[in-house]
């Protein structure tokens, strides 16, 4: 029984794993999609969400048969209870990656402004929290998940700083408007990733620590006390 209980949440584990890596992809072509204002692989992102649907239904009913079957305790079921919320993460990355992309079919020639708007350091900067976030659920790295979190920061000074070169080139030209409408929308979504990659980290140490970081003001301090 015991064998059989590990031999399914090795299962659930890669499973996991590919939803993981499907999601970098999808994050990586929406933001290459405005890179080499690229419409195929924007579609390619749209039509491509079905299959994240799927591994999110799927991973889902793993948890669930798991818990009903097998009524996990300690470190198993902190696992497979964090294991539902960083599928949700995972979806709902998918989603925004997705709405990058749709943004991304809009935006048909780059505008004067772009250079000044950093978009490859804040896309960049969110790819990194997210690649960190799965490489620290993976290898149960704290650590990892620790830089990911203080990395939170830096990309939310980033758009704002960006969000403010939008607002000054809507102000100076009306023609500028509908693309810097998209690029701030672009921008949201990328900051909201960032969100999700921390959701993630917060769970890497829920899972391995059996505590919890949520509703809590974090500094460096703070994260540097809880290792």
């Known amino acids: 029984m015991e064998r059989q209980f590990d031999q399914q949440l090795e299962k659930l584990r ?40 799927k591994y999110d239904n799927k991973i889902e009913k793993i948890c669930h048969r798991i818990i009903a ?14 294991a539902l919320k960083i599928n949700s993460n995972l979806e709902r990355i998918g989603d925004l990656a997705v709405n990058i992309a749709r943004n991304s079919k809009e935006i048909i020639t780059k505008p004067n402004f772009f250079n000044s708007l950093r978009f490859t350091e804040i896309a960049s900067t969110a790819r990194e929290m997210l690649r960190g976030a799965f490489d620290s659920f993976i290898n149960r790295d704290p650590e990892l998940a620790r830089m990911v979190l203080l990395t939170d920061d830096k990309l939310d000074k980033l758009v704002r700083e960006s969000s403010k070169i939008l607002i000054e080139a809507m102000k100076e030209s009306p023609s500028n408007v509908d693309c810097a409408v998209l690029f701030y929308s672009i921008f949201q979504e990328l900051e909201r990733i960032g969100d999700h990659a921390t959701n993630i980290c917060e769970e890497v140490f829920f899972i391995i620590e059996a505590r919890s970081l949520k509703h809590r003001n974090l500094n460096e301090e703070d994260l540097i006390d809880d290792l």
């Open 14 to 53: 890669v499973q996991l794993i590919k939803m993981c890596s499907l999601i970098d992809e999808q994050v990586d072509l929406s933001i290459k999609s405005i890179e080499e204002s690229n419409i195929e692989l924007a579609v390619f992102v749209e039509v491509r969400d079905s299959k994240v649907d």
């Open 69 to 82: 079957l097998n009524q996990p305790v300690a470190m198993d079921l902190r696992l497979l209870i964090s």
